[in-house]
């Protein structure tokens, strides 16, 4: 597999798991069916899935060669980045998805 197909993949990934928490009401896909899904949970599901996400990147750096050192400068701008990309599922479930 090519690098820029790995980054692409880890786009892919990054944007499904960023919506996830937002598209469906158990918790990280793997507790009971709940009517409401507080926005709590649903931030601390953000919050992992970055997390796991960062992880596959880190295996995919690690695969491709030596990982680079990275400072809080990398965290702080791949954090706002995953959030930004959680902009679609948040716009859907509290601003569109409404019951009239």
């Known amino acids: 597999m090519s690098m ?3 980054i692409v993949m880890l786009v892919v990934l ?3 798991a960023a919506n996830l928490p937002f598209a469906n009401q158990r ?3 793997l507790g009971p069916q ?8 649903r931030l601390a599901e953000l919050v992992v899935l970055y997390f796991v996400v960062g ?3 880190l295996a995919l750096e690690n695969h491709g060669g030596q990982i680079a050192p990275q ?11 995953f959030v930004t ?5 948040f716009v859907y479930r509290y601003l ?3 019951q009239h």
């Open 4 to 6: 820029s197909s790995q």
């Open 34 to 41: 709940r009517e409401s899904k507080p926005l709590g949970w």
């Open 96 to 98: 569109m998805h409404r």
């Open 27 to 29: 918790i990280l896909l």
């Open 55 to 57: 992880g596959v990147g």
């Open 14 to 16: 990054a944007l499904l």
């Open 71 to 81: 400072g809080w400068e990398f965290y702080a701008v791949t954090g706002t980045m």
């Open 85 to 89: 990309l959680a902009f679609p599922g």
